[in-house]
Each structure stands twice: as structure tokens, then as C-alpha cells.
């Protein structure tokens, strides 16, 4: 009967050993994974992004862009400080595989001549991606064009024209979307 008695401790203690072991581990991953792949919201990084880039170009810190999530540009003015028909997005920089990518929507005006800024960014892929945004302000539309070229980014157009309803703005942004 002794015997018994010390059996049951012993298994007491291996059961208590376990779960103490896997609460260890369910604390240590989130950790270990935050420091080996950091990741931060689409929105919270370009909007932190656009309000502290007030001219010139800066990169986000790598994100998680969210299956069919949706960024639009009225988001990003609530949090930045701009004027929502003062951003635009562009996602050819985007490599995704067959039928995985990020769709920019950009619409800059209405048929009877009123003005619609509906420009959004669409994540189409059905996991998440790891992204980065490059993001060029600049104080308007024709400075905006020339660091876009001067960045290398050749093929970006900018949707404003010369004597646009853009140049009223005191900053017009560019969200060009890349992988992580």
C-alpha cells in the first residue's frame, strides 16, 4: 500500500510537470515568433507612415496584409492628417503567384464631372502576405512624378494632371506595395 501511495504523487507530478511546460511554451512562441517575424497591421504601418512623411520617401516596416482585407484611402486620411483624394496605391512592385495579388483601384473623378476619390488596395489572395510599402509624398502632383521617376519606379504614373484639384493639397502621397 505504500507503494501505491508514491505512484500517484509521482503521477501527480508529471501531470502538474506538463502543464506547466506547455504554458512555458505558449508563452515563449508569441515571443520567439514576434522577434523573428515582427508584424504589424497594413493600415497602422502606412498610415503611421504617411503621417511622419511629410516629403520624400520612406519604407514601412513589414506587415501583414490580411486575406481580402481592404485598405482604402479615406482610412488612411482619418489617421494621417491628408485629404483623401491626395493618396493613390500602386501594387506593381506586388510578385504574387498565379491569381495571387493585390488589386490598386484608383478613380479620380465621376462621368458628370464631380469628383470621387475612390482609390483602395485589395489583398485577393486567400492567406496573408508579408508586405512592405514604399511611400513617396511630395507637396504636389509634378514633384510627386519626379521622385517617383527619380526612385526608380519608371512605370507608376501619377493619376493627377498638371492643373489638377491635387495641387490645392499640401501633400500628395504615392503607396507602392511590395513583398516583405
Do not use: H
Not at 95 to 121: F, I, R
Not at 158 to 177: H, M, Q, R, T
Request: proline share 4%.
Amino acid at each position: 500500500m505504500i507503494n501505491s501511495k508514491g505512484q500517484a504523487f509521482s503521477v501527480f507530478e508529471l501531470l502538474i510537470a506538463a502543464i506547466v511546460a506547455v504554458t512555458i511554451l505558449f508563452v515563449l512562441l508569441p515571443i520567439i515568433g514576434g522577434i523573428i517575424m515582427p508584424s504589424g497591421k497594413a493600415l497602422d504601418e502606412i498610415s503611421k507612415t504617411i503621417t511622419s512623411n511629410s516629403n520624400g520617401l520612406q519604407t514601412t516596416q513589414a506587415f501583414t496584409f490580411e486575406p481580402r482585407e481592404t485598405i482604402r484611402a479615406s482610412m488612411l486620411a482619418s489617421k494621417g492628417g491628408i485629404d483623401e483624394c491626395a493618396i493613390f496605391f500602386d501594387t506593381s512592385k506586388f510578385e504574387g503567384g498565379s491569381g495571387n495579388k493585390l488589386v490598386a483601384q484608383v478613380n479620380m473623378d465621376t462621368p458628370d464631372g464631380g469628383m470621387s476619390c475612390t482609390s483602395k488596395v485589395i489583398n485577393q489572395i486567400n492567406s496573408p502576405v508579408r508586405a512592405k510599402a514604399t511611400i513617396i509624398c511630395a507637396v504636389s502632383p509634378a514633384e510627386l512624378g519626379a521622385m517617383i521617376k527619380d526612385a526608380q519606379f519608371n512605370e507608376i504614373e501619377v493619376p493627377w494632371g498638371e492643373d489638377s484639384f491635387a495641387n490645392d493639397y499640401s501633400k500628395v502621397c504615392v503607396v507602392i506595395l511590395r513583398n516583405a
